[in-house]
């Protein structure tokens, strides 16, 4: 069974850090593409960092540059979101997404059910 689990939200400061986790099992971990994706209420569902299969390339929204990194320990089936200097602007439920290109184009694309992040003081 396919399942990706996050995990690590919580309320936090201003200023304060967060580490998310997103456990994978029932699938190869280590050939799909993560991305974390935040949706706040009221607003679209926005990529916030994404890492290649084998962790090799990275990339983040404009937003969250400089203070969030993403990771991946593809031994532990999980891939993380560190985030630190946490803004009020930064509450979102936060998911993550696995996705896998086969050579014949089809795609397969699993979710997370999310973890609340609340940064307020």
């Known amino acids: 069974q396919v399942q990706l689990v996050e995990s690590g939200g919580g309320l936090v400061q201003p200023g304060g850090s967060l580490r998310l986790s997103c456990a994978a099992s029932?699938?190869?971990?280590?050939?799909?593409?993560i991305s974390w994706y935040r949706q706040a209420p009221g607003k679209e569902r926005e990529l916030v960092a994404d890492?290649?299969?084998?962790?090799?390339?990275?990339r983040y929204a404009d937003s969250v540059k400089g203070r969030f990194t993403i990771s991946r320990d593809n031994a532990k089936n999980t891939a993380y979101l560190q985030m630190n200097g946490l803004k009020p602007e930064d509450t979102a439920i936060y998911s993550c997404?696995?996705?896998?290109?086969?050579?014949?184009?089809?795609?397969?694309?699993?979710w997370g059910q999310g973890t609340q992040v609340t940064v307020s003081s």
């Open positions: 997404n696995a996705v896998f290109h086969t050579a014949l184009l089809k795609i397969y694309s699993y």
């Open positions: 029932g699938f190869t971990f280590s050939s799909y593409h």
């Open positions: 890492i290649t299969d084998t962790g090799g390339s990275t």
